[in-house]
């Protein structure tokens, strides 16, 4: 299940240190795990967890999404089926419409915009597997069941059925990313997927051995598959994994995986332009201010070069190493462009 708010709401807010992730990496390095966890309030502990998994990544494996991802986003919340998402980031809207997909010879049924932490981490397999093997056709079966396995998700009830659906969501919708200042006005409206991604129920339902339970591939969007291969942004697995049941955090995290490596200064960024991005739907300004500080610890315990500061008017951003450098890029077996 996404949480949208992580940590306990006894945490008050005058609690709040200046360190984003209230410190825990340096006691993580300082103490050891155990130790560290003592040293913090109950409700803080799991980022203690966070940190200690990320700095403790000896496998340094590698994940991928596209530019666009990290200024905009899926919902975090199932919408209506009929409702066309709109996210507005920095010189970019993401707009996904829903479509309909046909099972077999049976009428064409209606899914909503894919949306939460689940569609989310489908999305980053298929985008790092399309541009580990430099290929629109992206192998499904065993290989996907194993890399959302070490991400924490299982197969089987709940979770299988979960996965299904945001399977089929983003199968069936369309999408469209329009840029600022460029000469295109961005894609024309296309899909993820152009095929594929579909789950055998049957071998799952009927309870008989776990055989591949999705199609033997998916082939990506020739357009979005193009543009991630020209934009991609190399994040760890290990955050992935630490971050794949708390959809905003991941969100944050991949906001700075993206950000902080190109500064050249520290940047503030205030709460307004904070709200945009991350608190559609909040009404009032102290409730996100409050939530998002939450979400922003594990995104940064997850992020280990990570420097980060709440401030009074927002956060500040400063310069830092890439969650993922180009010795660990070279080892993983991917070739990024400049």
Known sequence: MDSLSPWSNSLEEESMVQDADHGARKLVLAHGRDQARSMMAPEQRGLIDIAAEVLGDEAGKIGITYTGFCLTGLPH????????????????????????????????????????????????????????????????????????????????????RAL???????????????????????????????????????VEDAGGPQGDLWEDRVVLDEVFYQALRQHPVPLRETALRELSGLSVSLDIYIWLAYRLHTLKAPTPVRWAALKEQFGLGYAEMHTFRRDFKRWLAPAVAAYSEARVEVADDGVILYPSRPPVGPKLVALGGLALPE
Not at 115 to 143: F, H
Not at 166 to 180: N, V
């Open 77 to 160: 919340k199932r919408l209506s089926d009929e409702q066309v998402w709109e996210k507005r980031g920095h010189r970019v809207v993401l707009m996904i419409e829903p479509g309909r997909l046909r099972r077999g010879m049976g009428q064409a049924k209606l899914y909503g915009v894919p949306y939460g932490a689940r569609a989310r981490m489908i999305l980053l397999y298929l985008q790092t597997q399309a541009v580990r093997t430099n290929s629109c056709e992206v192998e499904l079966g065993r290989s996907m069941r194993e890399w959302l396995g070490r991400m924490g998700l299982t197969w089987g009830g709940e979770t299988g």
């Open 164 to 202: 299904r659906e945001q399977a089929a969501r983003i199968a069936a919708c369309s999408l469209k990313f329009s840029w600022e200042n460029q000469m295109a006005s961005g894609w024309e409206a296309g899909r993820f997927v152009r095929s594929g991604l579909r789950f055998q129920r049957a």
